[in-house]
């Protein structure tokens, strides 16, 4: 057996509870899931699900920043000011007056 993967535990908390749904998954990611289980690397089946489900939103989430960044680089408005920022805070940092 390889080495322990400690679990997280669900709770549910005051400002986020936990709520039923009902999913529907293929047989072979149940069974992946049910091994995971039993393998312990992860507390419950609803446990694993939810993990799964937060990093999907994470990588989203994560897409949507870098595309918005994407946006801004191709505005030039954008790219005028943060380089006249930019340039501002190096005089500042070279500056020897201290």
């Not at 039923?20 to 149940?30: A, N």
């Not at 918005?68 to 940092?93: H, V």
């Amino acid at each position: 057996m390889g080495p322990v993967i400690p679990v997280r535990r669900r709770r549910s908390h005051p400002n986020d509870p936990l709520r039923k749904m009902t999913l529907q998954l293929s047989e072979s990611v149940v069974q992946a899931i049910r091994a995971a289980v039993t393998n312990g690397e992860a507390a419950s089946a609803n446990v694993f699900v939810e993990d799964a489900v937060r990093e999907k939103l994470r990588e989203k989430r994560r897409a949507q920043v870098y595309a918005e960044y994407e946006l801004a680089a191709s505005d030039p408005d954008y790219m005028r000011d943060l380089n006249a920022e930019t340039s501002a805070f190096d005089s500042t940092l070279s500056d020897d007056s201290g």
